[in-house]
């Protein structure tokens, strides 16, 4: 009568995948949940998610995201659907485009920057 049907193993630990320091994973990553890098990434990354990318953790190609905290090395092009957050000792080059930005003072920040509010609703509004 009262019939649960059985949590997944990620369910029950939370959707955050994680890469350790000391890592280095070369090729793209697809994931639909949050991710923590503190390795480091030499492709490309999409998730309908959040990354952070940890003060040890870099990535050298683009990312497509929900949202973004940077706090190590990123080079690339990053588009952020909501919002991007880059910490204080936080290093970044190429092209960003995004919701909302947050700097961080400290942060070096050497890229070009657009923000979008109306990223989210692109495809839905789409009128054709």
């Known amino acids: 009568m009262f019939e649960k049907s059985p949590k997944s193993y990620t369910d029950l630990l939370g959707k955050t ?3 350790v320091e000391g890592t280095t994973i ?4 697809v994931s639909p949940a949050d991710f923590r890098l ?3 990434l030499v492709g ?3 998730s309908n998610g959040k990354i952070v990318i940890g003060p040890a953790g870099s990535v050298k190609g683009d990312i497509i995201c929900q949202n ?3 706090e190590g090395q ?3 092009k990053i588009e952020v659907m909501e ?3 880059v910490k204080a000792h936080s290093n970044i080059n190429g092209a960003v485009i995004c919701g909302k930005l947050g700097v961080e003072p400290g942060a070096a920040f050497s890229a070009t920057c657009v923000m979008k509010t109306e990223i989210k609703s ?3 509004n789409d009128g054709r």
């Not at 070369?26 to 990553?29: A, K, V």
């Open 38 to 40: 503190d390795g480091h």
């Open 44 to 46: 490309n990354f999409q």
């Open 26 to 29: 070369t090729g793209d990553i």
């Open 83 to 85: 919002l991007l957050n």
């Open 17 to 19: 995948n994680r890469i």
């Open 74 to 76: 990123f080079e690339g």
């Open 122 to 124: 692109m495809g839905a």
């Open 68 to 70: 973004a905290d940077i």
